[in-house]
């Protein structure tokens, strides 16, 4: 590992053998936002993900697929230190978020998460009004400007102001899963994150409520970076710009395969296992 | 193939239907015959009792004139140990519960001490009445006051409310645990603004039904040496007192028939006080779990 001063540095010269390297030298090259040098993360004794190298490009949306169990879900949750509140989990490797390893000793997991937010699988609303799940963030990071207008636009991003702007008080689970789930977006948008990481944001929507999300994941991009673990690849190939495919290695341990442009991952993959995997031979 | 069939498959329709419908027979007959026995204490007490419940018997103090005698002291030492003992064991069982839950490390220390308190729910309460002499009474120096009957009284009912909190707290799903740490929130934050306000229902349900069991034992207060006879209002914590159990068991232990009626007044308002409870625990559930689910 090469030393890392804190501070000043860009994120983007911590350069590491990555399997993106090759896509990034084609378009102009977008500063990295986070990047993952040799991640490893063992739950108790079982490794779950060996050596992961990644590099996420700014206000671009990665998508991480791949069949179950392959780590996906794991990495997306190393990436905010989610993992921290698993007692048995070890971590070993470096996420560099703006200069700097979120696994550093000095670093404070709250500060951090505050810029990496997370969506969830099943939405998870607090059981309290939309306008308080909103609010939550904000209020526990001493947000002090109008808290209604933060409100209120954090609902207009995610597209959901429109359908409870009149019912603000209403209790965030009256809402409908796919409702719920912009709620979920919105209140991670209030904290005015830098990132935002998805983790299979709508297997439990319908599919109507899935293109709404989708829609809303293409236009938050303008804005944010966004990683978002899918099961499914054809809303890999919707709403991401690279993509990265995991699959489990010899020792079951997850492992990154390929990473690049979308398109060309899913026309042109350079490596066998993923056309096997995109042309649904296994997974 | 066909024929085979016949012969591999007995269904028996109709016997598993009717033992189907014999056990939910019985659930029934179990469930009336509760009801039933308690249907008969109430019309029971109430007959004896009821005649006795009225203005004097409330504010008048105890008397060897069965005619002036009433349970003032007692019903107001009820209350007192009743506000007292909320006030000591509820902050201290939703403290251990939350420190149990979200805070232990997962280690053998902390499933020992969860076993533990799990068995002091099952430790007789005379039990505690020996610690609270020994303890609260006599070391501590606090007499036969209220508040070392309150402090004996929290001692007890602290399991149930550890253990009815634990519960409550563990059925806050992690993924609202997850929803908090996400946005930038500490531990103490989500433990305050997530779980706490989730598990609130559960929580004040336990506290409430554990301070009803508190209010009707008598075993601790006698063995602490709370007196039968109060001719005066308790005031204040360091006051000596009785409390309405005790003074139904003063008055049952009496030879003439008509303090046994006045025992049953003393059970018609004991369990007016002790229904009085259990509602706001219902009240208090009702309007919790509205909110949150």
Known sequence: MEANPTGTRKPDVAASPSANDAAQANGPAKPDVLVTEDLKFWYGKMRALSGISL????????????????GKSTYLRCLNRMNDLIASARVEGRVIFDGEDIYARNVDPVQMRRRIGMVFQK???FP????????YGPKVNGYRGSMDDLVEHS?????????????????????????????CIARALAVEPDVILMDEPCSALDPIATTRI?????????????????????????????????????????????????????????????????TGRFG | MTQDAATRWRPRIRRRNAIGRGFALLTIVSTLLGIAVLIALLIDVFGDGGAQVDGHFLTNYPSRFPEDAGLRSALLGTL???????????????????????????NWLTRFIQLNIANLAGVPSVVYGLLGLGLFVRWFALGRSLIAGAMTMALLILPLIIVASREAIRAVPDSQREASYALGATRWQTVFRTVLPAAGGGILTGTILALARAIGETAPLITIGALTFIAFDPTGPMDLFTVLPIQ???WVSLPQREFHDLAAGGIVILLIVLLLANSIALFVRFRLQRRFD
């Open chain 1, 155 to 183: 609902l207009r991003q995610a597209a959901l102001w429109d359908e409870v702007k009149d019912d603000l008080k209403k209790s965030g689970l009256e809402l409908s899963g796919g409702q719920q789930q912009r709620l």
């Open chain 1, 123 to 125: 939405p998870n609303p």
């Open chain 2, 248 to 250: 139904i068991f003063n």
């Open chain 1, 55 to 70: 590099k996420i490009p700014q206000h671009e949306v990665m998508a991480i697929i791949g069949p179950s169990g392959c």
């Open chain 1, 128 to 135: 309290k009004s939309i306008y308080d799940n909103v609010a």
């Open chain 1, 214 to 278: 989708e829609d809303l994941i293409r236009e938050l991009r303008e804005n944010y970076t966004i990683v978002i673990v899918t099961h499914n690849m054809q809303q890999a190939a919707r709403v991401s710009d690279r993509t990265a495919f995991f699959m489990v290695d010899e020792q079951s341990s997850g492992t990154l395969v390929e990473v690049d442009e979308t398109q060309r991952l899913f026309t042109a993959p350079s490596d066998q296992r993923t056309e096997d995997y995109i």
């Open chain 2, 80 to 106: 007192w140990m009743l506000v007292l003992t909320a006030i000591i064991a509820f902050p201290l069982g939703v403290g251990a519960a939350v420190y149990l839950e979200e805070y232990a490390p997962n």
